[in-house]
């Protein structure tokens, strides 16, 4: 059996970061969720840094409700937050804080 190593299904980043990078090595489409609505995002990031740039509470595993209203001031003011917003909605990110909120926990 060989190893398939195009299928990023279950990629996730916990980053806008992360997701630059990853774009950044790649034009192809991928499957993952959101790949999309990814590609819109890093494309406004060309132009535009992302408000969270080197904050590492965006990707701290626990946030207090103090640093929860924090970052979502943040994104609040960020001017990706549309284009960071559609991302995370569809892919539902496990890490990291998007768009004013974090997206670990399962809907329903
Ligand atoms: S909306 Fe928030 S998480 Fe998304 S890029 Fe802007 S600051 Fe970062």
Do not use: S
Not at 74 to 97: D, H, K, M, S, W
Request: with cysteine.
């Amino acid at each position: 059996m060989t190893e398939n190593a195009a299928e990023p299904a279950e990629m996730r980043f916990d980053t806008v970061e992360a997701l630059e990078a990853y774009l950044a090595a790649t034009d192809q489409p991928t499957n993952a969720p959101g790949d999309t609505q990814l590609r819109m995002l890093r494309h406004a990031m060309q132009d535009t840094p992302p408000a969270c740039r080197d904050d590492e509470r965006f990707v701290a595993d626990y946030l207090t409700a103090q640093h929860r209203v924090e970052l979502g001031r943040i994104c609040r003011a960020c001017p990706l937050r549309n284009q960071c917003r559609a991302y995370a909605t569809r892919a539902r990110p496990e890490a990291g804080f998007w768009a004013g909120q974090k997206y670990d926990q399962p809907t329903g």
